[in-house]
């Protein structure tokens, strides 16, 4: 918000100078920013948590909630419609996000996770930290193959560096 507020500022200013090129060129922008302050309040109010991975430089990373547009593989890290959330005693949350190359890479370096990191998620004005304690890889089938049965957990997974698997790597809430 502040980016846009701040160039609608700058754009006044250009325009009280009567430089009708830059009018014209201001004025888009002015319309293009609030087009785009409206969609960053529409994903604002789609927002469900954000997740924060130090370790792997993943910070305040925004999920988005099920029913979003945005909650979509393509997009974002994506949380899957099984998920409970961490204020319930029976929370589970499964997060997918790609790995390899590009803008919406955004576990490409989860392989980099060890036993004890540490998730923050953010959800509910509340902060949950989750401790990883086990790291393993599954068949690639579409499903996610869970070896246990926690409470109060966070399971994150991605595409293996073997094309066949996915990595998963189970959380569990300490705080």
Same mark, same amino acid.
């Given at each position: 918000?502040f980016?846009?507020?701040?160039?609608?500022?700058?754009?006044?200013?250009?325009?009280q100078?009567?430089?009708?090129?830059?009018?014209?060129?201001?004025?888009?922008? $002015?319309?293009?920013s &609030?087009?785009?302050?409206?969609?960053?309040?529409?994903?604002?109010? #789609?927002?469900?948590?954000?997740?924060?991975?130090?370790? @792997?430089?993943?910070?305040?990373?925004?999920?988005?909630?099920?029913?979003?547009?945005?909650?979509? @593989?393509?997009?974002? $890290?994506? @949380?899957? &419609?099984?998920? $409970?959330m961490?204020?319930?005693?029976?929370?589970?949350?499964?997060?997918?996000?790609?790995?390899?190359?590009?803008?919406?890479?955004?576990?490409?370096?989860?392989?980099?996770?060890?036993?004890?990191?540490?998730?923050?998620?953010?959800y509910?004005?509340?902060?949950?930290?989750?401790?990883? $304690?086990?790291?393993? #890889?599954?068949? &690639?089938?579409?499903?996610? #193959?869970l070896?246990?049965?926690?409470?109060k957990?966070?399971?994150?997974?991605?595409?293996?560096?073997n094309?066949?698997?996915?990595?998963?790597?189970?959380?569990?809430?300490?705080?």
């Open positions: 918000m980016f846009c507020n701040t160039f609608i500022s700058l754009g006044t200013q250009k325009i100078n009567n430089d009708l090129k830059n009018n014209l060129i201001i004025s888009e922008n $002015i319309n293009y &609030k087009g785009l302050l409206q969609n960053i309040e529409d994903d604002y109010k #789609e927002l469900l948590a954000t997740i924060t991975i130090n370790k @792997i430089s993943l910070y305040d990373k925004p999920i988005y909630q099920i029913d979003s547009k945005n909650n979509n @593989i393509e997009k974002n $890290i994506t @949380i899957l &419609k099984e998920s $409970i961490p204020d319930n005693n029976k929370s589970i949350i499964f997060l997918i996000a790609h790995s390899g190359q590009g803008d919406i890479a955004y576990f490409k370096n989860l392989d980099k996770l060890k036993i004890n990191d540490l998730v923050t998620i953010n509910n004005k509340k902060k949950y930290l989750y401790q990883v $304690i086990n790291i393993y #890889e599954t068949e &690639k089938n579409g499903y996610l #193959e070896k246990h049965n926690y409470q957990e966070l399971v994150l997974s991605t595409c293996s560096q094309k066949d698997k996915q990595l998963i790597v189970d959380c569990m809430l300490i705080n």
